[in-house]
């Protein structure tokens, strides 16, 4: 009875989220729909999941047809889609083989688990050691919150996953403890997204993958909100001239369909074996057909191109607008993932933007995250400008 929705007044839904006063039922492009009918600009792209749009005809047509024929299949038998996927994601990285599973936190469980399996089956050592960095976010599971550098994530979840140590991000001096603590792995993002869009500093991070590289010690890069074109290359690390050994995605890689996935080095990958790891639905016919879909249109058409047009026509808004507003202290990020850095509360200007039919974010409590869909147009930028300069007008 206490759980039957017609009676309580008790939400059947876990309070996990602080929910906006927003109910959002359809989208298409770079915008939403909420119950009432009112449209709203969404420059969240479900935080950077749908990178093509809402509803991207590309993605769309292949689901319908993959709606008929085929939902889900075991990972027992072979997947044309997800194979296809595997060798595009291949194609168009460093990487030799992907594993495939259904959010970016078992992303990077999976490569939390490669680096382990790697250093103790492959290397034969007993090292198990991941070192991660300050403000960093990797997941919500217990390894991935034990991985991620910030304790508002751990609190009240303890005792953590043992094997984690955190650096300083994009500190020099910090590099130097690395070898000896013999880690088999560093998880870092190049930019950190949830801890308040944080770029990685070029020399610091070719400093890291040199120490890797000499001390045989793994270099995986989350790549969950970072890939997928989000930055202007179809992955982030692409832009440091660097070669990780494991690539975490999830987010854009389905175009808002559940799905992640891990790519590796050939020789890091062998540690996967049969038996060794696995996923229900990991990489299924349907979500590896948005898969699909989704890379093949990045990947072929001048999306990539588009990014960088509109990043830098985006870019030079915001500086306008950090010209006209002393409380801006600094706009951060590569690409379309960008934060402004303002001295004031981050999540009123977030409040008030969504009363103007726009959808944003924060990332901490100065910190506005935008996230525009990829595909969005020089008319929607100036459209998102305009709103936004309001809403500062009004703070
Ligand atoms: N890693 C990074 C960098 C993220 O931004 C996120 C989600 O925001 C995750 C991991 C976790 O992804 P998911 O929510 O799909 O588990």
Redesign the pocket.
């Known amino acids: 009875m206490a759980n039957n929705p017609e009676v309580s007044t008790v939400s059947p839904l876990m309070a996990t989220y602080a929910r906006f006063p927003v109910t959002i039922v359809k989208g298409k492009g770079s915008y939403v729909w909420d119950d009432q009918g009112k449209k709203y600009l969404d420059f969240t792209s479900g935080?950077a999941t749908c990178n093509l749009g809402h509803v991207p005809d590309v993605v769309k047509e292949k689901l319908e047809e993959q709606l008929q024929n085929l939902w889900h299949c075991s990972n027992l038998y072979h997947i044309p889609n997800q194979e296809k996927l595997a060798g595009l994601l291949v194609a168009n990285s460093c990487g030799d083989q992907v594993f495939f599973c259904n959010?970016?936190?078992e992303a990077?469980e999976a490569a939390i688990k490669i680096a382990r399996r790697y250093a103790q089956k492959v290397k034969g050592t007993d090292q198990h050691l991941v070192i991660t960095f300050k403000q960093s976010?990797?997941?919500?599971t217990m390894a991935t919150l034990s991985a991620t550098g910030q304790e508002k994530i751990q609190k009240g979840f303890y005792p953590l996953v043992s094997g984690f140590q955190y650096l300083a991000y994009n500190d020099f001096a910090s590099l130097d403890l690395l070898a000896d603590l013999k880690p088999a792995a560093v998880l870092l993002?190049l930019i950190q997204?949830?801890g308040g869009v944080i770029p990685a500093e070029p020399e610091w991070v070719k400093k890291l993958e040199a120490i890797c590289k000499e001390n045989d010690i793994l270099l995986m890069v989350?790549e969950?909100?970072t890939g997928m074109g989000r930055t202007g290359k179809l992955f982030s690390y692409e832009h440091y001239d660097i070669e990780p050994d494991v690539i975490s995605l999830?987010?854009g890689l389905g175009s808002g369909l559940p799905i992640?996935a891990i790519i590796a080095k050939e020789r890091v990958a062998k540690a996967f074996d049969p038996g060794s790891h696995g996923s229900t639905f990991g990489g299924n016919p349907l979500v590896t057909a948005a898969g699909v879909a989704t890379v093949q249109h990045i990947v072929t058409s001048n999306l990539l191109t588009h990014v960088n047009e509109i990043a830098e026509y985006l870019d030079a808004e915001l500086a306008d607008l950090k010209t006209k507003f002393s409380f801006i202290k600094d706009i951060r990020g590569k690409g379309l993932l960008k934060g402004i850095i303002v001295e004031v509360n981050a999540a009123e200007i977030v409040q008030k933007a969504i009363t103007n039919q726009l959808l944003i974010l924060t990332a901490g409590p100065n910190v506005v995250r935008i996230l525009p869909p990829l595909t969005a147009t020089k008319e929607e930028i100036l459209q998102f400008v305009k709103i936004l300069e309001k809403v500062f007008q009004s703070i």
């Open positions: 935080i959010s970016g936190a990077n976010f990797h997941g919500r993002e997204g949830e989350d969950i909100q999830a987010k992640g």
